[in-house]
């Protein structure tokens, strides 16, 4: 998506050649190339032993996989970390990257990641989260939200394993 006005002015934004780059969003007022912005975040595979967490969120019927936006400065491993124990109250043992696709919908890029934990001991959902529910992989498949992200990153996955 090209932005249309500048971030730091407000002003509109020209497409300008830049070498070796091609056109890219210009400022005439700042005089600064704007290579475009977007959200990132990322959403996890949470597993423990051979079972799959899924929640449901914001009254939603579905079940989709853990996942938060990233904070400014934040290390993707770190965002998923933070938002598995700020939703689940879960520490993560292990992160592993999956992979990544972005979301036109919200302007996102989703940053997937495999996240093991060895204790649910002490699991219990914030507000964000409705319920919650452990899986076998096929389960997980056959629950997760059809035609979405979610059920993109788990077929990925389960497919490389």
Request: proline share 2%; hydrophobic share 35%; aromatic share 14%.
């Amino acid at each position: 998506m090209i932005q249309n006005y500048c971030n730091e002015c407000g002003g509109k934004l020209y497409l300008k050649d830049l070498d070796k780059e091609g056109l890219v969003p210009f400022c005439k007022n700042c005089q600064k190339f704007k290579f475009p912005t977007y959200n990132v975040a990322v959403s996890m595979i949470v597993k423990y032993k051979d079972q799959i967490l899924l929640i449901k969120q914001y009254g939603n019927p579905f079940y989709i996989l853990v996942a938060g936006y990233v904070n400014i400065k934040e290390p993707l491993e770190d965002a998923c970390k933070r938002e598995l124990k700020e939703e689940m109250n879960l520490d993560a043992l292990k992160v592993v990257f999956n992979r990544s696709k972005y979301y036109e919908k919200s302007d996102t890029l989703m940053v997937n990641f495999t996240v093991e934990v060895s204790d649910i001991s002490n699991i219990k959902n914030n507000e964000e989260v409705d319920s919650y529910n452990w899986f076998s992989k096929e389960e997980a498949l056959k629950n997760i939200k059809e035609n979405s992200l979610a059920k993109y990153f788990l077929t990925e996955y389960l497919n490389s394993i």
